[in-house]
């Protein structure tokens, strides 16, 4: 895919997707960090669903955070999973073992019998779990905190410029508009 089309299919994304969801700035921000935080975590086949037990815990928009779960995966995952682990293993000070990513993925590929296939996985895993974890906790805290800030001020300006083009507010409820009236009165 040309990298132009990729970016349009983005740009779209965002604008329909995050910038006009019908909630507060504030609402969609934290939706959409959470659901980039739970993206860099090691929890495939979870994420989507750990984002909106998140969000709901921490009354953020549901629907503008699931999407970003979708980063991570079998295309990304190496990639970003590589790269946390490598994070991990310098925060660790020099815990990195060398293949210990590569025996990993060729414990799960193994055919055997699930007990030894459990006991391979977990061994593979021991020296893996914890630079992996630190290494996606660090990395999706630095790009979801950001990302909220980013997110409510393109929210924010997104629909300032909307009102000064059409006019009028369709994000603003009709109790939103009596209680600034009233409080102007």
Known sequence: MPLRY???????????????????????????????????TP????????????????????????????????????????????????????????GAMRHFVAAVLTRTSLLNWLEGVLAAMSNVFWPLWLGSVLVGLLLAIPTYFLTRYAVVTHRARYRRKHGHDPWQHPADTRNASDAEN
């Open 43 to 98: 929890t495939v086949g979870f994420q989507m669903a750990l984002t909106v037990l998140v969000a709901a815990v921490l009354r953020a928009n549901k629907a503008a955070g699931v999407p970003l779960a979708w980063i991570t995966n079998p295309a990304t995952i190496a990639p970003v999973y590589g790269t946390n682990y490598l994070v991990g293993c310098w925060l660790l000070a020099g815990h990195h073992h060398p």
């Open 6 to 40: 990729v970016a349009r299919k983005f740009r779209e994304f965002f604008i329909y997707r995050v910038l006009h969801v019908d909630d507060t700035p504030h609402r969609i921000a934290l939706g959409v960090a959470i659901g980039l935080f739970i993206a860099w």
